[in-house]
């Protein structure tokens, strides 16, 4: 038995995953979305999505696309990972099939009809992206039929920027209700990871001149988020919403509304790529992530209700925090932030006035330094998150059971160290 045929019971996805980002990753991106390769996450498979498909073209290589053979580096077993690895990490449509049907204009709306319906036109669609306005006629059904990879660790939902328009959604054969029916807002709960899934349109009901080209996507189960598209208009409006903010030589500071962050927070992203988030309203570091900073396209093309995106990945966020503990007699009050040099925020704690920058130590680390700027001298205490994905040490002050504190002394600076782990 080869090791691809004993795929699922054999092949070590940890394993996969750290050779892929050993030896992928400079080419196809740590998170598979491509660079000089192929993105190897999406719908669109140039050569190939079956398993075998893709170990017979690690093992050959493509030498005019720069990309080596490694059939005589790693072995059968090994290559074997790398490939339950990457079909891990699939999203989008595969395999698309279309059906069509013609229908009178005076028909009841339903999709019943198609029981006694000839199909008109069918076929597989290579982009395994929908397109409702395939027909070439005035009144249609139309329905298409898939695998969907949703999103694996968390729910998920189709999102339909529509009218009222009519459709209906199967998951593996079951019938999904809509969890939204608002103007320019359907959605359908979807199941996590690999799924059947059929989706029909009639346009019985609708208006005649509507523009059948739908963005439809797959978000997060919040809705904060489009994941990826699964129509051509919807992949389209993706990639129109796209604008990465990268940080040069000096930080950059965002005040935009970002997914998994406050509203009110202020992003402030370093030529080192380890980047973080102060919220103002409470004096507390609310997120830090590595990688790149950030892509505002989602806010600029959603007007304002769709939250920019992290271009990393988070080490922490909300509701996980760095956090000073206030009382009702020592609240926050933000007072400013400060954009020369290192990027620092003032604010008071009763009567005593701190502040802190986070200073780019490399690209896995964060230096918190916490000065107190006046007022009277006294304990400085902060609340902190835990995660296997980073630790927290000071070489002041003590930490424990999640908390920083510190007897703090008017104009001396305090540090917390925040180290990303190695396996992140």
Known sequence: MTPLQ??????NTQEGKALFETTCASCHGKKLTGGAGFNLKDEMWVHGSKPEQILANIKAGFSQAGMPAFAAIYSDQQLASIVEYILSQREGLDNLTYKT????SNSPQSFELIDN????KSGSLATNLMDFSLPEVKDYIIEFEADLYGPKDKAGQIFSMTHKEFFEIEIDGKRVEPSMTDWLRWA????????????????????????KRFKMFVMNGELTE??????VSGKQYLNQATFNIT???KDEVVRKKIVKLPTSSIAVGTPLNINYAFNPKTCSIVGVWSGNFLNVGPNIEGRGRDGSLIGGDWLFHMPAQIKPLVTDTTPCEF??????????FTYRLGHQQYRVEAIAQDRSSLLLNYTLLSGQNGILQMSLPTSDKFKLSTKQGEITDNLFSVNAKVGQSYQVLLSASENN
Do not use: C, E, V
């Open 226 to 231: 489009k994941i990826f598209g699964i129509t």
């Open 247 to 249: 940080p040069d030589t």
């Open 335 to 344: 007072i400013q932030y400060n954009r020369s040099g290192n990027t620092s």
């Open 6 to 11: 004993s795929f699922t019971a054999a092949a």
């Open 101 to 104: 049907y013609h229908i009178d």
């Open 188 to 211: 359908w709960p979807i199941k996590q990871g690999k799924q059947k899934i059929k989706i029909r349109y009639t346009t019985i009901g609708t208006k005649q001149r509507s523009d």
């Open 117 to 120: 319906l000839p199909i008109k």
